[in-house]
């Protein structure tokens, strides 16, 4: 069975970073692509495209409101995947979920086979 666990999460004033990890277990999830999304606050019905990476070439993609300041990254001997977080905004409170597809349409949350519990990201102003 597979499993995907996040870490990584946190408090952090506004302007600092922290780094989450997605570890994954069961199996190697060759050719697929694994991304993060978010769920803030009072938007449980709503959770947003933050990052994606390809298994392969390790190409990536990002949501315009993290471009710049988050990296996602990958792993794939140790089957993990990060996010970086530089210059944190309280708008970026949320609980991130790291997920893998197999689609290349990375941004849209249903073409997600597997997900991880989530970790939550506090930035305070």
């Known amino acids: 069975q597979v499993q995907l666990v996040e870490s990584g999460g946190g408090l952090v004033q506004a302007g600092g970073s922290l780094r989450l990890s997605c570890e994954v277990s069961?199996?190697?999830?060759?050719?697929?692509?694994m991304g993060w999304f978010r769920q803030a606050p009072g938007k449980e019905r709503e959770r947003e495209f933050v990052?994606?990476?390809?298994?392969?070439?390790?190409?990536?993609g990002y949501a315009d409101s993290v471009k710049g300041r988050f990296t996602i990254s990958r792993d794939n001997a140790k089957n993990t995947v990060y996010l970086q977080m530089n210059s944190l905004k309280p708008e970026d409170t949320a609980v991130y979920y790291c997920?893998?597809?197999?689609?290349?349409?990375?941004?849209?949350?249903?073409?997600?086979?597997?997900w991880g519990q989530g970790t939550q990201v506090t930035v305070s102003s």
């Open positions: 997920g893998a597809t197999i689609s290349r349409n990375w941004s849209a949350r249903w073409t997600y086979s597997y």
């Open positions: 069961g199996r190697t999830l060759s050719n697929y692509h």
């Open positions: 990052a994606a990476i390809s298994w392969g070439v390790g190409s990536t």
